[in-house]
């Protein structure tokens, strides 16, 4: 289960491999030609059962190619496509650019009642979170609003279509995993649940006879209960007994989420889920929150747009764009890419607010162009006007969570020495993993010249691993490394060892070496 996807200038010598052919390649060859890997890369790639063509490879230093392989070829990029939407989300909103939740309305308040409804308007906030929306319905306390009479109206329209999960099918077998939650523009705790579950030992000290489970946040109506049956098992490998969680509706309108499958004697466990519809968690979790804070809300909760001339009660603005941009890169994580990715599309950076909506952004008819094509096409001009040729690639929601997005060495090379040049170069390599201390990378090349100086976006899905990034060589001179390989033998660890050879082997590099014009198009 996926719960937790060039030519060679050097000599002989420092290569590590025999290639009497290579001094008659001193011309900048077609990057699709095929030359020969290094020895570590091709042994790691023959214990694997793993075919050199199912590898493509690009490393540059400065403007000259250092290794390319297959390197015009498009393969999936898996997670390293996060840097695409990354880089470009600097470059495009800016590192001031901020999500904003707001709460509005067209109503009056005449003494502690508002007369009219509330809106929640969504603004792509990554720190929409119970403890933010707190915030914003204590202010409306502040300003002696006890009781709102009307309804509750969640606009999340500023991305077309507003819900863009309904009627998708789950990535894998997993659709209550976090990594399978498809963002909206108001995606308070990204529509997660926080289980706590436990078998440990009873007050009395006499071992557990059944799991107990509490939940985070609170909902209103929201209960949670388990089946799961107690086993003698390791702790450790709880996850093995899990089975798809559901949420069953109740008599009086409330909901039931139960647990299913097998959990080990005296074990504690956490894990996310997402099973409530987003609608009934917004609804249910303000209408909680409300109530804690000593108010009522007379009417139902609906979905709509903000409506002209709404005037603002509360706001919430998230962490800046950089900040957000590490916790995107460091440990992967896919919603949050996607959720950046939907905003290339839809909002722009503005010096005071930190982001604003683009025209029509938030057209929701037939006939607009979807937020995803929007992003789509900000991205397609990023890259042509740094000289990049798009042709082959192919980004479907900017996350590498996909099995049809690819791109190819040439490509990304391209989009990283750019992101040399660029005014943000520091915020985007700061938000990158590195070699043996953090994020992704953190468990590996321990034993490599390239642990701590390598910065390095890993990729992984069941039939596909990719690295890409920055890998000092010896001399302590940049180095720009990418590096795909898609094959159903990359599993168990086997494709992450021909990545990391690649690595290390990179690392290692000394001398000054001759080299080409690199294959990528220069900026103009």
């Not at 403007?63 to 898996?78: N, R």
């Amino acid at each position: 289960m996926l719960r937790r996807h060039a030519l060679t200038l050097l000599s002989a010598a420092l290569l590590g491999i025999a290639n009497p052919a290579a001094a008659q390649l001193q011309a900048s060859p077609p990057a699709s030609m095929t030359a020969p890997l290094p020895i570590p890369v091709t042994d790691a790639l023959r214990a694997a059962a793993i075919p050199e063509d199912a590898m493509s490879v690009l490393v540059l230093r400065g403007d000259k190619t250092v290794l390319s392989h297959l390197a015009d070829h498009p393969l999936h990029p898996a997670s390293t496509m996060k840097l695409v939407t990354t880089l470009i989300a600097l470059e495009q909103l800016g590192p001031v650019f901020r999500g904003r939740t707001e709460m509005r309305t067209t109503g009056e308040v005449k003494g502690d009642m508002l007369h009219g409804d509330l809106v929640l308007r969504g603004g792509a906030d990554v720190d929409l979170s119970t403890e933010t929306l707190t915030t914003m319905l204590r202010a409306l306390r502040y300003q002696s609003i006890r009781t709102i009479a009307g309804n509750l109206v969640v606009d999340r329209t500023l991305f077309n279509p507003a819900r863009a999960d309904i009627g998708v099918p789950p990535f894998d077998e997993a659709p209550e995993a976090y990594y399978n939650a498809i963002p909206d523009a108001l995606f308070v705790n990204r529509n997660m649940l926080q289980l706590d579950i436990r078998s440990t030992p009873r007050p009395d000290g006499k071992p557990a006879t059944r799991v107990r489970v509490a939940m985070q946040p609170e909902l209103d109506g929201v209960t949670v209960e388990t089946d799961m049956k107690l086993i003698d098992a390791d702790c450790a490998t709880w996850e093995n007994g899990w089975k798809i969680p559901e949420a069953v509706p109740r008599a009086g309108g409330g909901i039931k989420v139960v647990l299913h499958g097998t959990f080990p004697k005296n074990c504690v466990a956490s894990n996310s889920i997402n099973v409530i519809d987003r609608q009934e968690y917004v609804a249910r979790l303000v209408r909680r929150l409300w109530k804690t804070l000593g108010g009522t809300i007379t009417g139902t909760a609906v979905e709509g747009a903000t409506p002209p001339g709404a005037r603002l009660l509360a706001e919430h603005v998230s962490r800046p764009l950089p900040e957000v941009v590490r916790d995107i890169n460091k440990p992967s994580d896919n919603t949050l890419a996607r959720l950046l990715f939907l905003s290339l599309g839809a909002l722009e950076s503005d010096p005071v607010l930190g982001s604003r909506p683009q025209p029509a952004a938030s057209a929701t008819s037939a006939t607009a162009p979807t937020t995803l094509a929007r992003s789509e096409a900000v991205v397609r001009a990023w890259m042509r006007t740094h000289g990049i040729d798009d042709t082959g690639f192919v980004v479907e929601n900017g996350s590498g969570l996909s099995r049809i997005e690819s791109i190819t060495p040439i490509q990304m090379a391209g989009l990283l020495q750019a992101g040399l040049r660029s005014n943000w170069a520091p915020e985007f390599q700061a938000s990158m993993p590195i070699a043996a201390v953090d994020g992704t990378m953190r468990r590996r090349l321990h034993d490599s010249p390239a642990a701590s100086r390598a910065r390095l976006k890993t990729g992984t899905l069941s039939n596909a691993v990719a690295l890409a990034g920055y890998v000092p060589d010896a001399d302590g001179r940049q180095c720009v490394l990418v590096a795909f390989v898609n094959s159903d033998r990359v599993g168990n660890g086997r494709g992450r060892a021909v990545l990391d050879a690649l690595v290390d082997w990179v690392a290692r590099l000394d001398g000054t070496p001759a080299a080409v014009p690199a294959v990528t198009n220069p900026a103009p």
